[in-house]
Structure formats: structure tokens, C-alpha cells
């Protein structure tokens, strides 16, 4: 049966809609976990920690659900990758989850009992909630640019190498910090646009200056580490872009300063970094001058500009190996097949603005600034 779309630009329609719910999860949960990252620093007594916890606490269930389409796109659009890395990466998958389940429970029950000691333990689970998944994947996003430690057999099996202590390279944890910075950023800007003037949003705009100078520094670091530090990977022949999906049939080699070639060979793609860049600056120009908004829109700016960086920079690798780069999964070697993609981008085209034009509405109707009147008075506040 002939398709509309070829499989090769089904296979690059469906890396850059990985991009966009990747992206989509960071942009909107992101601020989630950034703002619960700062409630025990911004926050001083319960009335000021209700506050902050409210002003997630209308959209954080919906923002989650970016992070259940962007696994499940991924299951569906590269089976290799998610079989590989979800098994591979099983005990960091592990603490995430654990870690974004302390957010729900904390949200519940953090109110069910006045005692002091309670509502404590609650809100530094919250925190725990924020910080810890923020910090584990920017470590997974830094171990994927180093190549994770995996093999595929003659039959496609594969063989996972590695442990979870052996995840933390001193160049992982730089992208993890990165990442807690980045997202602790993008919710101080949230929490500076959702909150009534006074101390706790006079604090959110402090360590989000803070924050975004160290998004500034930690991105220029990592690029620096990625230039002189011999990162990348490269393809050892000419793929066929529209041929089966079998990871043996296309080599990839190490090569030491490869994920800067894609830059170099598409000048375009340099927008990425440069707004990656900027963002942060913006948002400490929008924190510093109390334009709230500005210092939201430059902290999605970062956030934008950082994925897109790292993503452009890959392609057309999605998970290389480190130990057997011959192994490495890509775009063009482990994606589904041409009819499941193309069945899948139809579901995508039909839902996908439903999607958004909910998440819009949604979005217009909550807004506003969360007061303190407002958390002390109104029984459905958290």
C-alpha cells in the first residue's frame, strides 16, 4: 500500500514531534518541579509554603500528562530505544517515579492534619519531588551524550553494562545541574508571575537570578566540555534513510567532537545554542526589573534552547553506545514500521490540537496571582 509521506519523513516528522512533547514536558512541568524545589527557601511559614504548593496545584496534574506522551510516543515510534533504555536505565526510571509520587501524596495529604511536624515532612517531600526527577534526567540527558554502556547481539537482544553509581561521570552531573538550575529557574519566573507582590515573590526572584546565572554558566561549561572533551558519535557509511529498521545495518563509530559537526554543516542549527544562550539572560533582566512576564517567557527560552541543543546536536542518533557504538540506535535504524508511524501521525494530527486547545483554555481560566487572602479563606485550596 502506498502512503502519502515516505518513511524517511515519517521518520523526521516523528523525531521532531519527540522533540516537541520532550519539550512540552519541560516547559510545563517543569516549572512544577522548579517550584516545589524552592518552597523550602522562598517559603518561611505555612501560609507562605500554602501559597506557593497553590499555585501549581490547579495545573500539575495535566502538565504530567506531556510525560506520559513523550514515553509513550517514544514506545510506539522507536521500540529499540525504549526497550534499551528503560531496561538499561531501570533503577534511575525508578527513583524518578518514586520521586514523582511523593508529589501527588504531598499535595494531598500535606493539609489532612494541622501539626507543624507533619505539614514539614510533607513539604520537604515536595521538595524532593521537584529536585530529585529534575536532577536525574538531566544525568540521563548527559550519559546519553556520552553513550550509554549497552551491546545488541546477533539477535537484537540487549545487554545493559552498567550500574546505577556508574551514571553519575563528572560530566552527567554537570548536565544534571544544569538541568535543577534551568528548572529552578523556570519556577522562579512562574512563581514570580503567580504570586501576590511581597516576600515570597521578592525570594522567588532572588534565587531566580541566581538560577539563571547558573543556567548561563553550567550550559557554556557543558558546550565547552562537549568541544574539548571529545563527545560524539558519527555514522561509519552511508545510511539508507528509508530502509528497515535493523540497528546492524548501519555502523556508527565514536568520534571525538562529532556532536558539533551538525552545526557546523547546518548554520541554521545554531539558533538552538544562541537561545539557550539568551534565555537566561532575559529572564534575569524580566526578574530583576519585576516584569514577570518577560522573566517567564526567557526561562522557557532556556529551557527551550537547551533541548533543541542537544537534540539537533545528536541527530540522527537517538541513544549511541559507549561500548559498542556499532550498536547505537538512530533514527533511521530503529524507528516502527512506515505504516505504524504513518497510522500514529494521523491519531497525532486529529487529537493533538484537542490537546492543546484544552491545555489553552485551561491555562486562560486559572489565571492569575495566587494571594494570601485567597489560601486562608477559600476551602479548596490545598
Known amino acids: 500500500m502506498a502512503l502519502p509521506l515516505d518513511y524517511e519523513t515519517l521518520r523526521l516528522i516523528w523525531w521532531a514531534l519527540i522533540g516537541v512533547l520532550l519539550i512540552g514536558f519541560a516547559l510545563t512541568d517543569g516549572f512544577d518541579l522548579g517550584a516545589m524545589a524552592l518552597l523550602p527557601f522562598v517559603a518561611r511559614n505555612d501560609l507562605e ?38 531496561s538499561g536505565f531501570y533503577l534511575a526510571m525508578f527513583l524518578v517515579l518514586a520521586a514523582l509520587i511523593l508529589r501527588p501524596v ?57 550500574t546505577l553509581l556508574g551514571l553519575f561521570t563528572p560530566f552527567s552531573l554537570l548536565a544534571g545541574l544544569l538541568s535543577v538550575a534551568m528548572l529552578v529557574l523556570h519556577g ?10 511581597g516576600p515570597v515573590q521578592h525570594r522567588a526572584r532572588h534565587y531566580g537570578s541566581a538560577a539563571a546565572v547558573a543556567t548561563f554558566l553550567l550550559f557554556a561549561a557543558g558546550g565547552a566540555f562537549v568541544a574539548w572533551g571529545g563527545l560524539g558519535f558519527r555514522m ?77 546536536a545528536m541527530f540522527p542518533f537517538i541513544l549511541p553506545s559507549a561500548i559498542d557504538p556499532a550498536s547505537s540506535l538512530t533514527v533511521w535504524n530503529a524507528s516502527s514500521s512506515h505504516l505504524t508511524l504513518f497510522i500514529m501521525l ?37
Open 49 to 86: 509554603r500554602r501559597m506557593v504548593i497553590n499555585t501549581v496545584s490547579a495545573t500539575w496534574e495535566g502538565n504530567q500528562v506531556w510525560f506520559i506522551l513523550g514515553g509513550g510516543a517514544i514506545f510506539a515510534a522507536w521500540p529499540y530505544v525504549y526497550a534499551v533504555s528503560f
Open 106 to 162: 504531598g499535595f494531598k495529604y500535606r493539609s489532612k492534619h494541622a501539626d507543624p511536624a507533619w505539614r514539614a515532612r510533607w513539604d520537604w517531600a515536595l521538595f524532593t519531588g521537584g529536585l530529585v526527577p529534575a536532577l536525574v534526567f538531566g544525568v540521563a540527558v548527559g550519559n546519553v551524550l556520552l553513550g550509554a554502556p549497552f551491546r545488541l547481539d546477533g539477535d537484537l537482544r540487549a545487554f545493559y553494562e552498567g
Open 188 to 197: 522562579a519566573g512562574w512563581l514570580a508571575m503567580k504570586l501576590e507582590p
Open 236 to 312: 561509519a557509511e552511508v545510511v539508507d534513510t528509508a530502509g528497515p529498521s535493523n540497528p546492524h545495518l548501519a555502523r556508527a563509530v565514536a568520534a571525538p567532537g562529532a556532536w558539533l559537526g551538525n552545526f557546523a554543516a547546518h548554520h541554521w542549527m545554531i539558533a538552538a545554542p544562541i537561545i539557550g544562550l539568551f534565555g537566561p539572560f532575559v529572564a534575569l533582566a524580566g526578574l530583576r526589573t519585576r516584569r514577570d512576564l518577560v522573566a517567564f517567557a526567557g526561562s522557557a527560552l532556556a529551557v527551550l534552547g537547551v533541548i533543541a541543543t542537544v537534540g539537533l
Open 346 to 382: 494521523v491519531v497525532v494530527v486529529v487529537f493533538l490540537p484537542i490537546v492543546l486547545a484544552y491545555t489553552t483554555w485551561a491555562y486562560r481560566v486559572m489565571f492569575g496571582r495566587i494571594t494570601g487572602d485567597e489560601v486562608r479563606l477559600n476551602p479548596d485550596m490545598y
